[in-house]
DNA sequence: TCAAATCATTCACGGCGTAAATGATTCCGG
DNA sequence: CCGGAATCATTTACGCCGTGAATGATTTGA
């Protein structure tokens, strides 16, 4: 007969929700500091990315589609004028609405940022087989699905 | 001859380390909407989750392993004794050291705090066929690992 | 045309996390 | 065995991030 081993004491830590949690954190925390030499935070490139796929939005779109209050986008904003990132253009239609839009400059870090997150990304898969690898990400963007977040 | 679709605007969106990071603070998130009824955050539950599979720790131990200050520990199991959770007991062997004991009370938490993120980890990994989740949780473990992480 | 809604901005505030200083205890070299 | 250095917990002060509540400018719609 088998021998009944004890239970995990602590089966939360075993959950993915729960590794999922520790995972982000640390991942982000290690972009951040690889990051912080061109002076931005994981959020100013959020900002950036957001506006490559989608150019020219307002901030209070950004806003919402980051789940963020829109007197952070405005700080947001302001850094990423001041490093030269992003240009703010005043909507001739509206002009209540403040347009963000990419410089070069800003596309130039945000190219710099991409090669980094792949760069995490290889050492993050790294000892998983090509197969395992594949089904990682579509299994990953199911879960951000499931959350109703954009892909 | 097949037509060469436009480059992602932003490929960093689509990139495992990039959505690691968000669905990593939406479930972080949710989480700690979902536990605030019983006055505990995110930190107060890997504490409580520390102790179940180490039991009597150190405060410094766990501030070691949760990569947070001393300080901050001193906090949190200020607020674990206060709403009964754990108990702090002086180790004789060292009077220094605040040993960290869970209650019934804390037991009781974590059990709850658990199938709360049992339940949450149905929801994320819904969807997907029995044999994708499995893959995926062994895939995120190793995820896990790469980052030196427990398990 | 004017009141209500919308957008950006500023401001004050709360909360989390850190580093430094303090005190108690233990360790160790001479 | 003794006194200085290391260790652990705690307190305190500080910075930073994110929010919500004004404020002002502009647009909408009745």
Known sequence: ??????????????????????????????????????????????????????????????????????????????????????ERVRDPADRRRQALRLTPRGTELLAACTRLSRSMERDLLAGLSAPDRASFRTALARVATNLDLPS
Chains 1, 2 share one sequence.
């Not at 021998?3 to 959950?15: E, R």
């Not at 925390?29 to 939005?57: C, N, Q, W």
């Open 1 to 86: 007969m088998l021998v009944m081993t004890d239970a995990d004491p602590s089966p939360l830590l075993g959950t993915s929700a729960f590794r999922l949690r520790v995972v982000g954190a640390v991942v982000t925390e290690r972009f951040a500091a690889e990051i912080a030499g061109y002076d931005l935070k994981p959020k100013h490139v959020g900002v950036l990315a957001l506006l490559a796929s989608a150019p020219a939005t307002s901030q209070l779109d950004l806003a919402r589609t980051m789940g963020v209050a829109p007197s952070l986008i405005v700080r947001i904003a302001d850094h990423l004028e001041r490093i030269g990132a992003v």
